[in-house]
C-alpha cells in the first residue's frame, strides 16, 4: 500500500504561501504566544465537522458524542499490511504516555473500505491495540465518502491478484479539540511522543 501523505494532503487542504508568509506566521505566533505544535496546524483552514457512522454493534456513534474530550482521528482500513497497524500501535503508546490524562483523549478510527470493513470488524480490529478504542464504517460508500469529504481524505482501490485489491489513502492523524475543531496534523511518522505532547496543549 501506497501512503497518500502530508504532501498530497496539503495540495488540497492548504493554501498557497511564500516563505515570508511563513516567516510572518511564525512571528505572530511568538508574540501572541501561540503554542508550537509538532505536527502542522491547521486550525485555519476550515476542514472537518461532526459525522455519524456504525459502531460495533450497528449502532450509530456520532463524533459529537466526544465533546469535552480531546480526539485522535485517524483514517485507514483492516486489510491495511503495515501503515494502519503502526498508527494504531502509536496512538496506544500516546495514551500510555498521557496516563492519567488520557481519560479526556479518544481514538478513533475511520474505515476507508466499507465494501470489506464492517462496523463490527472494524471496531473488533482497532480493539486489538486498545480496548477504549473505537472502529467506525458504514453500509454505504456514500456515508464514508461524505466523512472523507469532510476531511479532505484521498482513498483509491488498487487492485490486487485474483480480483483482491488494497487500498492507497491518505496517511496522517488529526487532533480535535474539545470542541470536536480540528486543530492539528501529525503526518505519518510522528511519534508517540511527539502526538502525545500536541495532545498534551489541546488538553489545557
Do not use: W
Amino acid at each position: 500500500m501506497r501512503i497518500l501523505g502530508f504532501a498530497l494532503l496539503t495540495a488540497f487542504i492548504l493554501p498557497a504561501c511564500t516563505q515570508q508568509d511563513a516567516q510572518t506566521q511564525v512571528v505572530e505566533n511568538i508574540q501572541q504566544n501561540v503554542p508550537a505544535f509538532y505536527g502542522s496546524d491547521i486550525s485555519k483552514e476550515g476542514l472537518g465537522g461532526d459525522f455519524t457512522l456504525m459502531r460495533g454493534s450497528n449502532q450509530p456513534f456520532g463524533l459529537q458524542d466526544l465533546r469535552g474530550k480531546v480526539v485522535i482521528l485517524a483514517f485507514g482500513f483492516t486489510h491495511c499490511p503495515d501503515v494502519c497497524p503502526t498508527g494504531l500501535a502509536t496512538y496506544a503508546d500516546v495514551l500510555k504516555q498521557l496516563g492519567q490524562q488520557a481519560q479526556d483523549v479518544a481514538v478513533v478510527f475511520v474505515s476507508v473500505d466499507p465494501q470489506r470493513d464492517t462496523p463490527e470488524l472494524t471496531d473488533k480490529y482497532v480493539r486489538l491495540f486498545h480496548e477504549d478504542f473505537i472502529g467506525l464504517s458504514a453500509k454505504s460508500e456514500q456515508d464514508i465518502e461524505a466523512v472523507k469529504q469532510l476531511y479532505r481524505i484521498q482513498a483509491v482501490k488498487v487492485p490486487l491478484k485474483e480480483g483482491d485489491y488494497t487500498v492507497d489513502h491518505t496517511a496522517g492523524t488529526y487532533l480535535l479539540n474539545r470542541n470536536g475543531q480540528a486543530i492539528v496534523f501529525e503526518p505519518y511518522g510522528k511519534t508517540a511522543t511527539e502526538i502525545a505532547d500536541d495532545v498534551k496543549i489541546l488538553l489545557k
